[in-house]
Nanobody, 114 residues
């Protein structure tokens, strides 16, 4: 049973930073890529970042590239998303998941207020 717990969200001012964590259990974390998604208020969930199983290749949506950094620690079954220079448009609930997307966690709220 895949279990995903996102944490680290909060309220920040524009230009601020947050580090999100995704703690996982119930599957072989190190065998799968990990992805970060977000759902802005009233909108569909969108993919913002991904990292391969080994942690050697990353990819980002154009809207967050150069500001967000995805990483992982396979020994801890945990993925991270470092978010710098946050903008109001980054306000969303952030989720992590692997490509099978069997289950979703509750996400963590990020609010960037001007």
């Amino acid at each position: 049973q895949v279990h995903l717990v996102e944490s680290g969200g909060g309220l920040v001012e524009p230009g601020g930073s947050l580090r999100l964590s995704c703690t996982t259990s119930g599957y072989r974390f190190g065998d799968y890529p990990m992805r970060w998604y977000r759902r802005p208020p009233g909108k569909e969930r969108e993919l913002v970042a991904s990292i391969n199983a080994q942690g050697s290749i990353t990819d980002y949506a154009p809207s967050v590239k150069s500001r967000f950094t995805v990483s992982r620690d396979n020994a801890k079954n945990t993925a991270y998303l470092q978010m710098d220079n946050l903008k109001p448009d980054d306000t969303a609930v952030y989720y992590c998941n692997e490509p099978r997307r069997q289950f979703w966690g509750r996400g963590t709220q990020v609010t960037v207020s001007s």
